[in-house]
């Protein structure tokens, strides 16, 4: 039914169309040679069914003379149509959602003004209610004397267009509400070209909120302005437009990242840039706070936390650097004689604080150019470079010295430090000093000033590299000696002056080297202590001694040596019992023999160990008498069983009052403290009968029996 009653409405429109008006509808129509044919032969029932678009006629008065199949779908209408007009069985609606009046509509315009209308679209308004938007191409016909005798319309579907063009702006409208809310700064630009067509700046023709935060400026001035006048004051504006030109030109990307001026703060930006249809797109990190926290980072891992000053590392980089420059390098390294007195007796708060005050003295002695680090500890060193560097450095130290030596006001405390310098420096050009060797030599220098007088300030001389080698290779042959058992001990008789016979022996260690022969206890005993060695040597000496004496008659008494390093962490009261428990030697029999410089440490571990081994039964003897400081303080901090009076003074007392007065003052004051008081050094007959008449109880020297090895020992014991 619906194809004859498209075909009758053909017929009749094909009856009333002229040759022209047949031709006019065939030139306005898409090409299709099968229906250009049709309409020319007048069949336009068949012409009008062989398009997809829909297709409507109409006469002049506007009446709807013929109508495709596509055309009925797309409307929605219901044959037959009859007399009705084109307009008259739907509404049309503007794209603004508006009604639009019928003498408005593209076909109307057409009829009434004679003439194709384009470029014009609406929605069609069903009989069920859906609307449908349609791109309507009306053009007029005419007949062979040119009068108008109506129109063809082609209208065009759009909804799918309309579906792609909603995803559009969706996607668009998603895009910059995301723009909008980024944290990272996002511009387009736009090309602004010369006379010959090259790029000479580019126009901001969109810009989100972050990126006027990161340029600082107003969003709205920034819109529509020129880029160059936005950076102006960028170091980089020419190379950086002329590298936006390239990626406009060529499509490559551009990564880039720098720091610039912005509102009198240096901002870092990382940006990449790419090309966008017609101009290029550059999105924006404000990368500011990435590069503080690695500077922050770098600051850390190159300087000390607590005072500020350059690390350990920092000082090597540094040295190394002024080093490969070829300047003249100085290296001055210190440490602060007493801090550790201070930080034990007042808490590491105060000793953090003195070191913080000592790093601010530190570099008001330096030049410009000079370096100050920490270390460690209380360990600093300074680097200076360039021309007149011993004069300089010397300078430094002296200047270093009366700073720190100065009292240091910390909160409620006032607090002394000394300080001791050793100073190493390579001139200009000199080679052969590499930079780990100059801090080598200048803690050698520092190292030796401290051994002859702390305070003092010594220059690096190549001598002290050959004694601090000489003192590394007896340090490796002496931990090899005791590894192998080719260490030994030899035992010097203690006489009682009353007795008139020996009733003890002090254990003296021995070694001989290999090659060098027998090296002196005064060269290697302070080797061991320093490197730490005195720790297994000493509990060595003690095992053997108990074990020794145990073979001895049992009123026969054995004396051992202990170190202060021994003292440190407490261990020596289970090492001694650990030693007596495995020779089976009564505690009684062991005596141990502190020097001064033991006490001098002051410290409650000192004097608890002291208590340990006299709550054993071990008798303590205080060696070296008179060599130290405040020596009857010692007398009163703890009782001792025996006070050894140091060598120097019996010597000299045969001659010299001053000495025979001390040496007499002493065996009086051991009397009366219930001691018993030991003159070392006896060492002729002279010395001994000046000892006796002072009161000592016990004495000891080259004239009473020199130290002999074990055997002969057993055997003098024994008789």
Not at 537 to 566: E, I, M, T, Y
Not at 596 to 624: H, I, K, P, Y
Request: hydrophobic residues 45%.
């Amino acid at each position: 039914m619906r194809t004859a009653a498209v075909r009758a409405a053909a017929g009749a429109a094909g009856r009333s169309l002229s040759p022209a008006s047949r031709a006019a509808i065939a030139a306005a129509l898409p090409p299709c040679p099968e229906a250009a044919g049709a309409i020319l032969a007048g069949q336009e029932a068949t012409w009008l069914e062989a398009f997809s678009i829909a297709v409507c006629i109409t006469d002049a008065e506007g009446r709807l003379t013929a109508y495709n199949a596509a055309a009925r779908d797309l409307w929605g209408w219901s044959p037959p149509l009859g007399e009705q007009r084109w307009n008259g069985a739907w509404r049309l609606v503007a794209p603004d959602g508006n009604p639009l009046p019928h003498d408005q509509c593209p076909m109307a315009v057409c009829l009434r003004e004679n003439r194709p209308v384009r470029g014009l679209w609406a929605y069609a308004e069903r009989p069920d209610g859906s609307r449908v938007p349609y791109a309507p191409f009306p053009t007029p016909l005419r007949d062979a004397q040119g009068r108008l005798v109506g129109a063809v319309n082609l209208m065009l579907d759009i909804s799918g267009l309309h579906a792609v063009e909603a995803a559009r702006a969706a996607t668009e409208a998603r895009f910059q509400a995301a723009q909008e809310a980024s944290p990272d700064g996002f511009i387009v630009l736009l090309p602004i070209r010369g006379r010959e067509g090259t790029v000479e700046d580019f126009r901001i023709d969109y810009a989100n909120p972050a990126a006027a935060r990161i340029f600082g400026c107003d969003r709205q001035r920034m819109l529509g302005a020129a880029l160059r006048d936005l950076i102006r004051d960028w170091p980089d504006v020419e190379e950086l437009l002329r590298g936006y030109a390239r990626v406009l030109a060529t499509g490559e990307a551009l990564a880039r990242e720098a720091a610039h001026e912005v509102g009198g703060r240096r901002i870092w930006v990382r940006s990449q840039t790419s090309r966008l249809g017609e101009g290029i797109a550059i999105a924006f990190e404000d990368a500011t706070e990435r590069h503080e926290t690695e500077a922050r980072i770098r600051h850390l891992a190159l300087h000390d936390p607590l005072t500020g000053l350059a690390n350990r590392l920092a000082f090597q980089e540094r040295l190394a650097a002024a080093a490969a420059a070829g300047q003249g390098v100085a290296v001055v390294s210190l440490d602060l004689d007493g801090f550790r007195v201070v930080n034990d007796a007042l808490g590491h708060g105060v000793g953090d604080a003195l070191l913080q005050e000592a790093a601010l003295r530190l570099r008001t002695c330096l030049g410009s150019g000079d370096l100050a680090a920490r270390l460690g500890g209380d360990e600093f060193a300074l680097l200076l470079a360039g021309p007149g560097l011993r004069r300089r450095a010397e300078a430094t130290a002296r200047r270093v010295r009366e700073a720190l030596t100065c009292p240091f006001t910390l909160g409620a405390y006032r607090a002394s430090v000394g300080v001791t310098i050793g100073i190493a420096m390579a001139e200009a050009g000199e080679a052969g000093t590499a930079p780990e060797a100059l801090l080598r030599h200048a803690n050698l220098a520092l190292f030796h000033a401290r051994a002859e007088a702390r305070g003092g300030i010594r220059v690096f001389a190549p001598r002290m590299a050959a004694e601090r080698e000489t003192r590394l290779l007896l340090h490796a042959a002496l931990r090899e000696a005791l590894a192998e058992g080719t260490v030994s001990i030899a035992y010097q008789p203690i006489h009682d002056l009353r007795q008139n016979r020996p009733t003890g022996y002090e254990a003296l260690l021995r070694w001989t080297h290999p090659q060098r022969g027998t090296v002196a206890p005064a060269e290697f005993i302070p080797i061991a202590e320093e490197t730490g060695l005195i720790l297994p040597l000493g509990a060595w000496v003690l095992r053997r001694a108990c074990a020794d004496a145990a073979s001895w008659p049992a009123s026969v008494k054995v004396s051992v040596n202990l170190s202060p390093v021994q003292f440190v962490g407490g261990e020596v009261a289970r090492v001694v019992r650990e030693a007596l428990e495995a020779a089976g030697l009564p505690p009684q029999r062991l005596e141990l023999e502190v020097t001064e410089s033991t006490l001098l440490q002051q410290n409650e571990a000192v004097l608890a160990s002291l208590r340990e081994l006299r709550a054993m039964g071990v008798r303590l003897a205080l060696d070296d008498f008179g060599t130290g400081y405040a020596s009857l303080g010692y007398l009163r901090a703890f009782p001792f069983d025996k006070i050894k009076i140091d060598q120097s003074f019996v010597r000299d007392a045969v001659e010299r009052p001053d000495c025979l007065a001390i040496v007499r003052s002493v065996a009086g004051l051991a009397a009366e403290l219930g001691m018993t008081a030991t003159a070392e050094g006896v060492e002729g007959p002279e010395h001994l009968a000046m000892v006796r008449g002072a009161g000592c109880a016990e004495a000891q020297g080259y004239h009473l029996g020199r130290p002999l090895p074990l055997a002969e020992i057993a055997a003098l014991a024994a008789r």
